[in-house]
Nanobody, 116 residues
Framework: QVQLVESGGGLVQPGGSLRLSCTASRSIFSFDFMGWYRQAPGKQRDLVARTTSVGSTNYKDSLKGRFTISSDNTKNTVYLQLNSLKPEDTAVYFC??????????WGQGIQVTVSS
């Protein structure tokens, strides 16, 4: 069983920044990809960004330029840097890891609130 532990969320003012971390219980190279989704109240869960085991990245188009995904394989950790945050970025952010069989593991979710 894979464990994904998220950290780094919280309350931030509009225009501020946060960095989310997701640490996996095994090597990130064992996954097809790791990434982040988010879910705002009353909305579906949507992809934010993901990174593959060979280092390619994908982003939700509207978030390109403000959010950056990266990884540190020595720490089995994927990061999501959130810059120039807006109130509409308020959501629960979920870490995901997909293994080679296509099975998805999810973190418990972490709240990001953007408000003055």
């Amino acid at each position: 069983q894979v464990q994904l532990v998220e950290s780094g969320g919280g309350l931030v003012q509009p225009g501020g920044s946060l960095r989310l971390s997701c640490t996996a219980s095994r090597s990130i190279f064992s996954f097809d990809f790791m990434g982040w989704y988010r879910q705002a109240p009353g909305k579906q869960r949507d992809l934010v960004a993901r990174t593959t085991s060979v280092g390619s990245t994908n982003y939700k188009d509207s978030l390109k330029g403000r959010f950056t995904i990266s990884s540190d394989n020595t720490k089995n950790t994927v990061y999501l840097q959130l810059n120039s945050l807006k109130p509409e970025d308020t959501a629960v952010y979920f870490c995901i890891a997909r293994d080679r069989r296509g099975y998805d593991y999810w973190g418990q979710g972490i709240q990001v609130t953007v408000s003055s």
